[in-house]
T-cell receptor, first 116, second 111 residues
């Protein structure tokens, strides 16, 4: 499967600041990446689909101006949480869509965000 | 719509079997199964594409009934390492690789 990294793994920030999370596909070129949010003991909720070279597609209810996504290259997508508030505290996970014989998603290790 | 997983949680003794079900209200193209350990990312187990197809990963296997829009994950002779939360991710007929995940099933395997 694909190898995906995320940075940082944990971040604590003050309310009102912005936080950038990087998602990298280490072993293949990913035209599509996905960003999820997961609250404690809950399921993975898709936030947006990140497409290389074009605008991200956001799920209903996700504010595109608050969660900025940039997919500038085939190996890197970034999620910026702007003006973070305590309710944005969550586990953010990216995944890479693998095409071919076995089309599935491979997940990064996740970023735990705590907004104080 | 989110697929429904059952049971929500199950406790097993090492060596016992368990079944986790995933049911969708819409037509499915594929079902993907993942296992997530606490504080870690979900790990891909297997994908099922066709009705009645069964697949295996170690002693974990799964089936997909396309007509009923249901998939089941079978944990056979469970090991301690099987503990974690299992998620099914469903892909609709026009979803373009986009997955919708179920609520998860927590599995605890005790010695």
């Amino acid at each position: 499967g694909a190898v995906v990294s995320q940075h940082p793994s944990r971040v604590i920030c003050k309310s009102g600041t912005s936080v950038k999370i990087e998602c990298r596909s280490l072993d293949f070129q990913a035209t599509t990446m996905f960003w999820y949010r997961q609250f404690p003991k809950q399921s993975l909720m898709l936030m947006a689909t990140s497409n290389e070279g074009s605008k991200a597609t956001y799920e209903q209810g996700v504010e595109k101006d608050k969660f900025l996504i940039n997919h500038a290259s085939l190996t890197l997508s970034t999620l910026t949480v702007t003006s973070a508030h305590p309710e944005d505290s969550s586990f953010y996970i990216c995944s890479v869509a693998s095409f071919g014989l076995q089309e599935t998603q491979y997940f990064g290790p996740g970023t735990r965000l705590l907004v104080l | 719509q989110q697929p429904v997983q059952s049971p929500q949680a199950v406790i097993l003794r090492e060596g016992e079997d368990a079944v986790i079900n995933c049911s969708s209200s819409k037509a499915l193209y594929s079902v993907h199964w993942y296992r997530q350990k606490h504080g870690e990312a979900p790990v891909f187990l297997m994908i099922l594409l066709k009705g009645g197809e069964q697949k295996g990963h170690e002693k974990i296997s799964a089936s997909f009934n396309e007509k009923k829009q249901q998939s089941s994950l079978y944990l056979t002779a469970s090991q301690l390492s099987y503990s974690g939360t299992y998620f099914c991710g469903t892909e609709g007929m026009a979803a373009g690789n986009k997955l919708t995940f179920g609520g998860g099933t927590r599995v605890l395997v005790k010695p």
